[in-house]
């Protein structure tokens, strides 16, 4: 065993690297230790190693490099990455200042989330919900605006998401919360508000990743779902908590199905007759006109679904 380190310590060399001082390179040189065997030249190994001569082939062969030297030299500009500017096309002050305004109203639509939380942890839940309704108008107004003003990009979109976690994500289920801490039990309340959340989070990176419709949502957004949790908050439906808390979690589980919802711009389309009766019922009573059309478009999702089926 002895013997056999001996020979391990032979064949196991270390390059070492040394400064040249000419060039100002690091070069690389083998140091060999001499060996300790009495006879025969230092590549001499007795017999029974199997080994007669090793070259200087040989031993390059099995010698080790330490420390690993990289490449010496400059490194090619053009293999590094390029920044990816925030407004694509031109780059005028024109475009900015419309880039700028329409950034500003999803930084509104933020703050006002923020806002609302705020309000809502001081007891202000009518007030915060007003912040949500003025966090929804500040959601629609930038993404039609951004069109209209041809400033649309990618930075845009994931601004508006990150707002939209924060508005409707965050602040919806922190007032709704807030709203029904006393009337139902505090377990119960904070896991609805946890599912709207975790389902809106959901929501909007799926939104981000999947093919757009135009004619139908996947599910119901977390706008529309956000406005539903914050009139339900202004108006004061008169049902037992227990029910606001299962309305609540059927509201998010409705955010991540895969149910095909309407959008504004097909509802806006119907004809006039259509809006005659929700116009007559909110003039009679407005919270029950107002359940009678939630529960209404949520059913449509699973309807819609089904119809789909049959015609396919």
């Known amino acids: 065993m002895r013997r056999g380190g001996a020979f391990a310590r032979q064949v196991l060399l270390v390059r070492v690297a040394r400064r040249d001082d000419e060039r100002g390179g690091m070069t690389a040189t083998v140091v060999r230790p001499e060996t300790d065997y009495p006879s025969g030249p230092r590549t001499q190994f007795p017999k029974h190693y199997g080994i007669d001569r090793l070259t200087e082939a040989e031993f390059d ?21 390029m920044a990816i500017p925030l407004l694509p096309g031109d780059r005028t002050i024109a475009r900015r200042l419309k880039f700028a305004l329409v950034n500003g109203c999803t930084l509104a639509s933020l703050s006002l989330g923020m806002l609302a939380i705020f309000l809502a ?3 202000d839940e009518r007030t915060a919900a007003f912040c949500l309704i003025a966090c929804v108008v500040f959601d629609g107004l930038d993404g039609a605006l951004a069109r209209r003003l041809g400033v649309a990009s990618p930075f845009g979109a994931q601004m508006d998401s ?17 709203s029904l801490a006393g009337t139902v039990s505090t377990p119960a309340a904070a896991v609805a508000c946890a599912l709207v959340a975790a389902c809106a989070a959901i929501r909007l990176a799926r939104f981000n990743v999947s093919p757009k419709d135009g004619r139908f949502f996947c599910g119901v957004p977390t706008t529309m779902a956000a406005a539903v949790l914050a009139l339900v908050v202004l108006i004061g439906l008169p049902v037992p908590g227990t029910f606001q808390v299962a309305g609540v ?3 998010a589980f ?5 149910f095909p919802y309407a959008k504004l711009a097909r509802l806006v389309k119907l004809p006039p007759w259509v809006y005659l009766a929700p116009v007559i019922g909110a003039l009679v009573d407005v919270r029950l006109t107002f359940a009678l059309l939630v ?3 949520l059913a449509s999702g699973p309807l819609l679904w089904l119809r789909q089926r049959h015609t396919a």
């Open 61 to 81: 062969a099995v010698v080790p490099v330490s420390p690993a030297i990289g490449p010496v030299g400059p490194v090619d500009d053009a293999a590094q990455p």
């Open 121 to 123: 942890m001081r007891g």
């Open 162 to 178: 990150l707002a939209d976690m924060c508005s409707f994500g965050l602040a919806a289920p922190v007032v709704v919360y807030a």
């Open 249 to 251: 979690g059927l509201l």
């Open 254 to 258: 409705a955010m991540v199905s895969s």
């Open 295 to 297: 529960v209404g478009y």
